[in-house]
């Protein structure tokens, strides 16, 4: 009995001391979670249960220089469903009717959005897409319709939204006004005036901190932000809708005549170097469609052809060489300059004329022999020229992908015997449209080289915040006898040169046309192809504008590529729109004349008023006049403050009217 007695005296001292030595480890861990890893459980723990939402701030808008709305953002919703969250008498009852609303919205038939929605149920999917790409009216009728209007856990609707940029305009200036995106690796890039000016565009996010409650909900801890967000500036661009449009249909109507594979024009304000217009257009192989896929005007570089005849000109006249009128011998159309040919696309060529007439005319061989006999002993004077009008280094614009110039040096490797005369009429090197127009421009400004501009400000709403100014490049390309000797030959190319057939008594031009022929070094010759181009300013006298227009590959089948025949025409075209439609250039024969663009704008505005609507439209950018009458219409109280457009509207488009809504219109 006393042996037993010990055994499990024994068997309570070891139960005993394990229960100590738990009870120790107990303490240790604890002591350990207390203080050695404390700081990360309670880091851990509020991570969990506390979090900083991003709160993001509003983009900026990007507007053109007479106000009108290029670029904005706006709310995009996608629905989706959760199949598996309603009850199942709850879906029987209200499958049919929520299928018949989808059908009555979005246009597919009933029995499609049921047949879609019984599957999604039997595959017991919980993220089965109904709609995309909706606005907030759509998105606020789709959740009020059957079963979906029970809400996220009764009803089984997913909400997701998202902030997508918008071009009011269309496609029209599209690659320039840009976009700023995030690649699938998650890197950020962009292009144009989005990506360029995103660090005024964009703003700052704010941040709110959240506590998690039950069923996964979030509210915030306290009534105020951790840090508020800053909505984005508005940057106020250079283009002038009005410009804008006529370019792009001028351009697009030629390359559709033509067949062109791409093309690009570009009108720029003389004095200020302010980019008035671009568009750009390549056409899409499968549909035959233009759009705007590449900046060519700003991105490709290529060989000039005879529009760089003007640079010869330029140095010939101001290193005092030679003179307008002296007179050179064609040869028949042909010369022979170390064994190459250089060929004048006239047959039989222009025989003795003077410098100034072969500069007309364009003929190749006048202005090789000019720049060959007056610069074969000392070739680097005339690349120097060159480089002095800075066509040797990019224009340094803010936009990403800026082509680069191929200027040919006598230290080159590749230089040869054949490199001086090739240059001479535009073959060899290689510079983009802008800089060929930004030279023109210089001789239409009396000789100061100005850097294209495409933003003039930035603002928040009222309030100047950055001002672009006009940039000089150059000062003084040549002296002001060149600059005068050449507008008179450019004026004559018009006149009496290649470009007779676009000269009109109502309004002066003056230019150069460029005909390249490109393509000679694939598949044996075979892929040879032309470019085609005309630059130049207009009126003649008092130059108010420049403009180029390159059109790449036009179809040959007629035997009619040349710069004046397919570029041309859309030069004129912009120069006479402009001329005819400006207001100040208008006579008023009777004041009962009715003006087609009031006449538009009265229509667009008269139907707006028709409009049944459930919700505020967006009056930014219409006259004060017009959205104060449109809103009114609709039976909204509204203030305003301020003359002009509307920059600002208290109510956000798309929220639904109330009654006694009261809208404040923020004019400038």
């Not at 008498?89 to 059908?103: I, M, P, R, W, Y």
């Not at 269309?170 to 700023?180: D, F, H, K, P, S």
């Not at 370019?247 to 594979?261: M, N, P, S, T, W």
């Not at 000019?370 to 340094?396: C, H, T, W």
Request: aromatic share 10%.
């Amino acid at each position: 009995m006393a042996v037993e007695d010990k055994n499990i005296s024994y068997r309570i001292y070891l139960v005993a001391v394990v229960i100590f030595m738990m009870a120790v480890a107990i303490a240790v861990k604890l002591t350990n979670i207390q203080w050695v890893e404390g700081d990360y459980y309670r880091k851990l723990a509020k991570e969990r249960t506390v979090r900083n939402f991003v709160i993001p701030a509003n983009k900026g808008n990007i507007y053109s220089a007479d106000g009108s709305l290029l670029a904005t953002s706006i709310p995009n919703y996608e629905i989706r469903f959760d199949a598996v969250a309603p009850k199942t008498e709850v879906f029987e009852k209200n499958v049919k009717l929520l299928s018949d609303s989808l059908a009555f919205l979005l246009g597919k038939t009933s029995d499609s959005y049921e047949s879609d929605l019984r599957k999604a149920r039997a595959n017991k999917s919980r993220y089965f897409l109904v709609a995309q790409n909706l606005s907030y009216t759509e998105f606020v009728k789709i959740k009020n319709y059957p079963l979906f209007k029970l809400g996220a856990y009764k009803g089984g609707i997913i909400v997701e939204q998202e902030t997508v940029r918008e071009h009011p305009i269309g496609q029209i200036a599209e690659r320039t006004i840009g976009y700023e995106r995030k690649t699938p690796d998650g890197i950020a890039d962009g292009k144009g005036i989005e990506w360029a000016y995103r660090k005024y565009l964009n703003g700052k996010d704010g941040r709110i901190l959240k506590q998690k409650i039950a069923k996964g909900q979030w509210k915030p801890i306290r009534d105020i932000n951790e840090i508020d967000p800053q909505d984005g500036y508005d940057v106020i661009s250079t283009i002038d809708v009005f410009i804008q449009d006529i370019a792009h249909h001028a351009l697009l109507k030629q390359l559709e005549e033509y067949g062109a594979e791409h093309g690009c024009v570009v009108v720029m304000e003389t004095k200020t170097g302010q980019v008035k217009a671009i568009s750009n257009l390549g056409r899409d192989e499968k549909s035959g469609n233009y759009y705007e896929t590449i900046n060519y005007a700003i991105a490709e570089s290529h060989e000039p052809g005879s529009t760089f005849k003007l640079v010869d000109m330029l140095a010939l006249l101001d290193d005092h060489k030679v003179d307008t009128s002296k007179v050179y011998d064609s040869h028949g159309g042909t010369i022979v300059i170390k064994g190459d040919k250089v060929r004048d696309s006239h047959e039989g060529g222009y025989g003795k004329v003077s410098l100034a007439r072969g500069f007309e005319v364009s003929s190749n061989t006048i202005m090789v022999q000019a720049v060959y006999e007056n610069y074969k002993s000392n070739p680097q004077k005339f690349v120097d020229r060159i480089d002095k009008m800075g066509l040797n280094k990019p224009l340094g614009l803010p936009f990403q992908g800026e082509g680069k110039p191929k200027i040919p040096h006598p230290s080159d490797k590749s230089w040869s015997a054949t490199s001086l005369p090739w240059m001479a009429f535009g073959y060899g090197l290689a510079v983009t449209p802008l800089q060929t127009l930004t030279l023109y421009n210089a001789v239409a400004n009396n000789g100061e080289m100005v850097k294209p501009q495409f933003v003039s400000e930035i603002k928040e709403w009222n309030k100047t915040i950055k001002k672009y100014d006009k940039q000089v490049i150059n000062p003084k390309i040549c002296s002001d006898e060149t600059i005068k000797k050449m507008k008179t030959v450019l004026q004559n190319v018009v006149k009496r040169g290649t470009a007779a057939k676009l000269y009109s008594k109502d309004f002066s031009m003056a230019g150069k046309t460029g005909t390249a022929a490109a393509g000679y070094g694939t598949n044996g010759g075979s892929d040879k192809y032309y470019i085609s181009s005309f630059v130049g300013y207009f009126p003649a006298d008092h130059p108010k504008y420049s403009c180029i227009v390159v059109v790449h590959k036009p179809n040959t089948s007629k035997n009619n590529y040349y710069g004046a025949d397919v570029a041309g025409p859309v030069f004129k075209r912009i120069a006479q729109k402009i001329f005819t439609d400006a207001p100040t250039t208008n006579e008023i024969k009777s004041l009962d004349k009715k003006i087609p663009k009031q006449e538009t704008n009265y229509d667009s505005y008269f139907a707006k008023s028709q409009q049944k609507r459930q919700s505020i439209p967006n009056v930014k950018g219409m006259s004060g006049m017009d959205a104060v009458a449109l809103l009114e219409n609709l039976g909204v109280k509204v203030k305003a403050t301020g003359i002009g457009k509307v920059k600002k509207q208290s109510v956000q488009a798309g929220q639904n009217i109330e009654k006694n809504t009261t809208i404040l219109l923020e004019l400038s």
